[in-house]
C-alpha cells in the first residue's frame, strides 16, 4: 500500500472510532439532563439514582471520545497538508470556532458537573449539565458545517492567483441547507443510538432486579426518544437524500447502484452483482421506491434517477479522464445498513416497551442477550451511515474541487503513515477492551441503592469528598 | 483593518493561545510528572490526581483551540508544521491520549480487586506528561531556530525527519519546557493541597526550579543571540521571565504559594512572549531556503476569514476566561489525603472482587 492508501485507512479507522463515542455523548449528556431536571422538579429519588447511573455511563464514553478527538484535528495538517492549505481558509474556522465555542463549555461545564454535586447549589449544579450537553450539540454543528463544504462547496471562491479556495461568506458555510440538514439527521441518529443504549440497559437491569423502579422510567424515557428520533431520522434523511440527488448524484446512484439513467427506478433490498460492482445478476426490489425517494414521484419523467454510467460520462467530459465512481458496492451495502440497522433499533425500542407493559417483568435468557448487545445494532448502523457519507463522495475530497489523492501530504512517507496508523490502531484496540470492561462493570453494579448528598456548605468546610479521582 | 494588521493580530492571538496552554496545561503536566515521586501511598497520589480533576480537560482544549485557531487563519503554516512535524506530533497524541484517558480510569479499580490497574495508569500519566512538557520545548525551539524547509510544488515542505529535530538546542529546550511545567506543577500542589504533599511540593518546586533556572538562562541566551529577530524587545522579555521566575522561587521558599503561583504562571506567559518575539515576522523559518520561509505575511489566511474570526475571537473569549476562572473558584479549597474515602476502593469493583 502506498503513503494515499495508509493514510486514508488511518482516517477512516481513527474517525469510525472517534465517532463511536460521539452520538453516544450528543444523545446521554442530554437525557442526563432530562434526568437530572426530573429529580430537581420531583424530588423523586429514582431520577437521581438513573441520573447518577447514567452519567457514570457517560463519562466512561466521554473520556474516550475526548482524546480521540484530538486526533482528529492534528490529523488533517499532519496526513493532509495539501487538502488543509487547499481548504484551509474555510475548513479552519469552522474547527476553531469549534474549539472556542463549544469544547471549552464541553469540557469545563463536564468538569463542574462531575466534580460539583456537592459544591454547587443544586440549580446551578443541574444548569451545569445543560450547558455541556448544549456543548456537545454546537461542537457537532460546527464539525457538520465544515463537512458538508466537503460534500457541497459553498461560499467561496478559488483564489486565481494562489489556487487556493477562499470563504467568501461564512453564513453560507453555517447555513447552506446541506448543513443544516446533515446536522438534524446526525443529532436525530444520536438521540437514536443513545435512547436504545438507555433502553438495552434499562432493561437488562429490570431482569436483574436492580433498581427496577427507575430503571422502568428510564427505559421508557429511553424508548420514547429513541421512538420519536427514529421518526426524525426518517424524515430528515428523506429531505437530506433529496438534497444530495441534487447535489452528489453519483452518490445516490452508488446506494442503489443505478447504472443506467431510468424512471420508476426500483428499490432492491439485496443485489449479487460482479465483484467489482459494476454489473448486477440478481436482485430483489420495490417497483420505484428509489425514484421516489430520490425525486418524489414514483413514475414518470419527474421519477428520473441519473445512473453511474451516464454521470461518469457527464464528469469526464466536466473533469477530464478518471473515475468518478465510489466503489459501489460498499456504498449500496452501507447505505442498507444504516436504514435496516436504524430501523432495526427502533423496532427493539418497541418490543421493550411492549414485554414490559404493565409491570411485566421478561425472564427469557435470549431478551436479555438482545438487551445487552442491542445498543451495539444503531451504533453500527450510524457508523454505517458514515462510512456511506465520506466513501460515496470518492474520489473527491472536496466534491468537484479537489480530488481524495491530491489531499495527502506530499511529504508523508508510506513509512511514516504506516507506522502512526499501526500505533493508533493498537492504542485504539487496546482503550476499546478496557472501555467496554469498565462499562459492563458498571452496569452490572447498576444505579445506587442509596444517594447521599451534602449541601454545599458542609463540602466547603473541609468534609470528605464525595467524589475524587 | 488592513490584511497586514488583521494577519499581525492573528500571530499575538495564537501567542495568547499558547500562553494559556502553558499556564494551564503546563501544572497539569508537572503535576502528572510528579505522581510517581510526591504521592507515597494511595490517598496521597488520590488527592494528587483530584487536584487536576475538574480542570484538566479544559485545560487541554487550550491546545485544539491554538491547532484551530493556526488552522483558520494561517493554513500554510499549520499543513507544513504538522506535516513536518509528523513523528514528533504522533508522540505527543499518543502521550495525550494515555494520560487523559489514565485520570478519568485510574481510581475505577481498586488496589485489592485490581492490582496492577492503578500502577499502570500512573505509568501512563507520567510518560503523558512528561513527553509532551519535553516535546512541545523541543517544537517551539525548532520553529524557532528554524528547520529545513524547501519549495516543492510551490508549497514550502519540511525535508528533514524526526532527528533533525532532536539537536542540541532544541533538546535544550525541551528540558526547559519540562523543568519549568514540573516546578509549576509542583507551585500548584503546593497551593492546591494540605500536609505532607504540600510541604513535598513546595522543596521540590525549589530545588526543581533551581535547576531549570539554569538551564533557562542558557537556552534563554542561545535563543536571544543566535535566533532572535527582533532583539531589543526580546532582551526585554527575557528579563521578565528571569524576575517572575525569581519571583516565583522565592514566593515558594517563603511558603507564599498564592504569589508563587502568579508568578509562576507569569513565567509561562512570557516564555511564551519571548518565543513568539523572536520568531516575529516569521513562523517558520527555513534553516536552508530563505525562499522558503513562511512568514507572519505570506502564510496568512484571507481577509475576509480573519476578519470573521477576529469577530468570533473578540466575543468569545472573555466568555470562555469568565467561566473557566469560575471553575477554578468553585474548586479553589486545598485538598488533603484524608479527604478521600476508602482510597484503596476503586467505584468500579464488584462485591466480591472487594471481599476476596
Avoid at chain 1, 229 to 256: C, F, N, R, S, W
Avoid at chain 2, 125 to 137: D, E, K, Q, R, T
Wanted: proline share 4%; with cysteine.
Amino acid at each position: 500500500m502506498n503513503a494515499l492508501d495508509l493514510a486514508r485507512w488511518q482516517f477512516g479507522i481513527t474517525t469510525v472510532y472517534h465517532f463511536l463515542f460521539v452520538p453516544l455523548t450528543i444523545g446521554t449528556s442530554m437525557l442526563t439532563a432530562v434526568m437530572q431536571t426530573a429529580w430537581f422538579r420531583t424530588g423523586d429519588e429514582k431520577w437521581l439514582k438513573a441520573t447518577k447511573f447514567f452519567g457514570k455511563l457517560f463519562l466512561i464514553n466521554f473520556a474516550l471520545g475526548v482524546v480521540t478527538g484530538i486526533v482528529q484535528e492534528f490529523q488533517f495538517g499532519m496526513a493532509w497538508s495539501d487538502y488543509s492549505r487547499f481548504v484551509g481558509d474555510i475548513f479552519g474556522a469552522p474547527l476553531a470556532v469549534e474549539a472556542l465555542a463549544s469544547f471549552f463549555l464541553e469540557s469545563t461545564f463536564l468538569g463542574l458537573w462531575i466534580f460539583g454535586w456537592d459544591r454547587l447549589p443544586r440549580g446551578l449544579h443541574l444548569a451545569t449539565i445543560w450547558a455541556a450537553a448544549f456543548g456537545t450539540m454546537l461542537s457537532a454543528y460546527f464539525i457538520l458545517a465544515a463537512n458538508s463544504f466537503m460534500q457541497h462547496p459553498d461560499g467561496y471562491v478559488i483564489n486565481p492567483v494562489t489556487k487556493r479556495a477562499e470563504l467568501t461568506s461564512f453564513g453560507a458555510v453555517l447555513t447552506q441547507n446541506t448543513t443544516v440538514a446533515t446536522f438534524a439527521h446526525v443529532i436525530s441518529s444520536a438521540f437514536l443510538v443513545s435512547g436504545v443504549a438507555i433502553v438495552g440497559v434499562s432493561l437488562w437491569l429490570i431482569m436483574k432486579g436492580k433498581s427496577v423502579d427507575a430503571m422502568r422510567s428510564t427505559l421508557k424515557l429511553g424508548a420514547i426518544v429513541a421512538i420519536v428520533a427514529g421518526l426524525l431520522v426518517m424524515y430528515t434523511g428523506d429531505v437530506q437524500a433529496k438534497i444530495m440527488v441534487k447535489q452528489q448524484p453519483m452518490k445516490m446512484a452508488a446506494a442503489e447502484a443505478v447504472y443506467k439513467t431510468a424512471e420508476n427506478v426500483p428499490f432492491s433490498l439485496v443485489t449479487v452483482g460482479s465483484l467489482d460492482g459494476s454489473e448486477a445478476y440478481w436482485a430483489l426490489d420495490i417497483p420505484g421506491l428509489t425514484s421516489f425517494l430520490a425525486t418524489g414521484s414514483w413514475t414518470g419523467p419527474e421519477s428520473t434517477v441519473q445512473g453511474i454510467n451516464d454521470l461518469q460520462a457527464e464528469y469526464e467530459k466536466k473533469f477530464g479522464p478518471g473515475n468518478y465512481a465510489p466503489y459501489v458496492p460498499l456504498a449500496f451495502w452501507a447505505f442498507r445498513a444504516m436504514i435496516g440497522l436504524g430501523g432495526l433499533g427502533v423496532l427493539f425500542a418497541i418490543f421493550a416497551l411492549w414485554i414490559t407493559r404493565k409491570g411485566r417483568v421478561p425472564s427469557k435468557a435470549w431478551i436479555r442477550l438482545m438487551s445487552s448487545i442491542a445498543l451495539l445494532v444503531p451504533l453500527v448502523g450510524i457508523s454505517a451511515g458514515w462510512i456511506f457519507t465520506e466513501m460515496g463522495r470518492q474520489p473527491w475530497i472536496v466534491y468537484g474541487l479537489m480530488k481524495t489523492e491530491n489531499g495527502v501530504s506530499p511529504t508523508m512517507s508510506s513509512f511514516t503513515v504506516g507506522l502512526s496508523l499501526v500505533v493508533f490502531t493498537l492504542l485504539y484496540g487496546a482503550l476499546a477492551v478496557i472501555e467496554v470492561g469498565l462499562l459492563v462493570r458498571a452496569v452490572k453494579i447498576g444505579p445506587p441503592e442509596t444517594v447521599e448528598l451534602m449541601d454545599a456548605d458542609d463540602a466547603n468546610n473541609g468534609q470528605t469528598l464525595t467524589f475524587s479521582y | 483593518m488592513t490584511h497586514d494588521q488583521l494577519a499581525i493580530i492573528w500571530f499575538v492571538l495564537i501567542a495568547v493561545l499558547w500562553c494559556g496552554y502553558f499556564v494551564l496545561e503546563g501544572f497539569d503536566f508537572g503535576v502528572g510528572i510528579l505522581l510517581p515521586f510526591i504521592g507515597k501511598n494511595e490517598a496521597e497520589r488520590r488527592t494528587v490526581v483530584s487536584t487536576l480533576g475538574p480542570v484538566w480537560d479544559g485545560n487541554e482544549v487550550w491546545l485544539l483551540t491554538a491547532g484551530g485557531a493556526t488552522f483558520a487563519a494561517f493554513s500554510l503554516w499549520y499543513a507544513t508544521l504538522f506535516s513536518g512535524f509528523y513523528l514528533a506530533l504522533l508522540l505527543i497524541l499518543v502521550a495525550l491520549i494515555i494520560r487523559g484517558v489514565a485520570f478519568e480510569f485510574r481510581s475505577k479499580r481498586g488496589t485489592a480487586a485490581a492490582p496492577n490497574w492503578r500502577r499502570n495508569w500512573d505509568a501512563a500519566i507520567f510518560v503523558g506528561s512528561f513527553l509532551p512538557a519535553l516535546l512541545w520545548g523541543v517544537a517551539f525551539a525548532n520553529i524557532v531556530a528554524g528547520v529545513p524547509l524547501e519549495m516543492q510544488n510551490g508549497n514550502s515542505e519540511f525535508t528533514g525527519n524526526l532527528f533533525t529535530l532532536l539537536n542540541p538546542y532544541a533538546l535544550l529546550g525541551g528540558l526547559v519546557t519540562l523543568g519549568l511545567f514540573t516546578t509549576h506543577g509542583a507551585i500548584f500542589l503546593a497551593l492546591k493541597t494540605e500536609g505532607d504533599i504540600r510541604t513535598r511540593a513546595n522543596k521540590l518546586a525549589g530545588q526543581i526550579g533551581l535547576v531549570t533556572a539554569v538551564l533557562a538562562v542558557a537556552f534563554g541566551l542561545w535563543t536571544q543571540l543566535a535566533h532572535s529577530n527582533n532583539t531589543a524587545a526580546s532582551v526585554v522579555v527575557l528579563v521578565l521571565v528571569v524576575l517572575a521566575w525569581v519571583g516565583a522561587l522565592g514566593a515558594n521558599r517563603m511558603g507564599r504559594e498564592g504569589w508563587a503561583f502568579i508568578a509562576s504562571a507569569a513565567t509561562m506567559v512570557f516564555v511564551v512572549v519571548f518565543l513568539f518575539t523572536c520568531l516575529y515576522p516569521n513562523v517558520m523559518p527555513s534553516s536552508t531556503n530563505a525562499d522558503a520561509t513562511l512568514t507572519v505575511q505570506n502564510a496568512a489566511n484571507s481577509q475576509y476569514t480573519l476578519t470573521i474570526m477576529t469577530w468570533v475571537a473578540v466575543i468569545l473569549t472573555p466568555v470562555v476566561l469568565v467561566y473557566q476562572s469560575w471553575t477554578y473558584w468553585v474548586f479553589r479549597r486545598r485538598l488533603s489525603p484524608s479527604q478521600i474515602p476508602d482510597p484503596e476502593h476503586g467505584s468500579l469493583d464488584l462485591p466480591h472482587e472487594v471481599s476476596a
